[in-house]
C-alpha cells in the first residue's frame, strides 16, 4: 500500500520560512518524479514544484520560482519543500505527489499518488 505523509506545515508570519517534508512507503521511491501542489480555499489545486526521479531536474510555478527549493532524498525516500519569503498569499493546504512517469509533471492528472496534505497559513 502506497501512502505519502506530509508534515511540517503551520502558522508564519509573511516573511518566514518553512520546510515541508514527504515521506514516501510502499513504492519504489526512486523510479517516480515527486511533485508539490497545493490548494487554497474555493480555488484549484496548483502546481507549485517538482521534482525528477534522480533530483537531476527540478520545475516551479513562477509564483514560487526563487523563493522555494524542491529537493529530495532517496535513500530516505522523502521529497522536500524549503519555503522562504513566504507571503499570504501562500497560504494553502499543500500536497505531495509520486508521477510514475515524468510526463506531464505540471499537472495534476500526471500524479497517481498523493499525500493527505498539510496546511500553511502565512500571516501578514
Known amino acids: 500500500q502506497v501512502e505519502l505523509v506530509e508534515s511540517g506545515g503551520g502558522s508564519v508570519q509573511a516573511g518566514g520560512s518553512l520546510r515541508l517534508s514527504c515521506a514516501a512507503s510502499?513504492?519504489?521511491?526512486?523510479?517516480?518524479?515527486m511533485g508539490w501542489f497545493r490548494q487554497a480555499p474555493g480555488k484549484e489545486r496548483d502546481f507549485v514544484a517538482a521534482?525528477?526521479?534522480?533530483?537531476?531536474?527540478?520545475y516551479y510555478a513562477d509564483s514560487v520560482k526563487g523563493r522555494f527549493t524542491i529537493s529530495r532524498d532517496n535513500a530516505k525516500n522523502t521529497v522536500y519543500l524549503q519555503m522562504n519569503s513566504l507571503k499570504p498569499e501562500d497560504t494553502a493546504v499543500y500536497y505531495c505527489?509520486?508521477?510514475?512517469?515524468?510526463?506531464?509533471?505540471?499537472?495534476?492528472?500526471?500524479?497517481?499518488?498523493w499525500g493527505q496534505g498539510t496546511q500553511v497559513t502565512v500571516s501578514s
Open positions: 510502499g513504492l519504489t521511491f526512486s523510479s517516480y518524479a
Open positions: 505527489a509520486a508521477n510514475p512517469s515524468s510526463l506531464m509533471v505540471l499537472l495534476t492528472r500526471g500524479y497517481t499518488y
Open positions: 521534482i525528477s526521479w534522480l533530483g537531476g531536474t527540478t
